[in-house]
């Protein structure tokens, strides 16, 4: 467990999120947690890909509050998620209960936010009838994917906290991994990242970013 997560903030959108001591680094925008995470990963993915079966690779599962909300959202439009997420760091309970998410959601998302949250790690988990979760815990860098993904959630943090995440290598395995019509979404619009997507094969998309932020990305594997 990351004992060096201690700080947590309250965000614009009245939503919290947490410091990472260890990479300076907070979990989500300082504009708005949860408008973030609907703005760029539901929005811009889940409901774009337009898709009622989807299996989803998140890079970074941290306070878990994608997961809960992709949960919440295929429940509302019946879309079955298959969701697989990947974190070398997990959160102890006393961590991520010190986030305001059970109060500050919606009473159904704060259920499915918590017992995202409480899920064992390393096999599948029915959280309710239409989403299942993998939590895996490791490294990205080290981890080869198995399954196929339609989505991708590449929520890292930022390339200049963690370079090692953004790199080539990495973005080839995902790209393997994904199906044909597949896509990802990422927050980060750097030109580095845009570059090295476009070499491994991706057709990158720039859309408007949550607030506080111009930009976001969206890249195609056709
Ligand atoms: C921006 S946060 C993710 C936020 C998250 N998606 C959420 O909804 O709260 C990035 C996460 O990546 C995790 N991480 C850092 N290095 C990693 C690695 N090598 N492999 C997997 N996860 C890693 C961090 O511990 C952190 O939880």
């Known amino acids: 467990m990351n004992s060096n997560v201690k700080t947590h903030y309250t965000t614009a959108d009245g939503s919290s999120t947490l410091l990472s001591a260890q990479y300076g680094a907070h979990y989500h925008s ?30 970074g599962f941290g306070t878990g509050l994608n997961a809960a909300l992709t949960a919440q959202r295929g429940r509302e439009v019946g879309v079955d998620v298959v969701y697989h997420t990947l974190e070398l760091h997990p959160l102890s309970k006393e961590e991520y209960m010190l986030l305001n998410y059970s109060q500050q959601l919606p009473a159904q998302a704060a259920a499915l936010w918590l017992s995202a949250c409480d899920a064992p790690w390393g096999e599948d988990f029915t959280v309710e009838d239409g989403f299942t979760i993998r939590k895996i815990n490791e490294d990205f860098t080290q981890w080869q994917p198995t399954v196929q993904y339609n989505l991708v959630y590449f929520d890292a943090f930022a390339p200049d906290d963690q370079p090692e995440m953004w790199g080539a290598e990495q973005f080839q395995k995902i790209f393997d991994a994904m199906a044909a019509g597949g896509v990802l979404v990422t927050y980060s619009v750097k030109g580095t990242v845009k570059r090295t997507l476009r070499d491994v094969g991706f057709e990158l998309e720039r859309l408007q970013g949550p607030p506080g932020k111009k930009h976001m990305l969206r890249a195609y594997k056709r």
Request: no cysteine.
């Open 30 to 59: 300082l504009h708005g947690a949860v408008s973030e995470s609907m703005h760029i990963f539901v929005e811009a993915g889940l409901m774009a890909l337009g898709q009622k079966q989807v299996t989803i690779l998140e890079v």
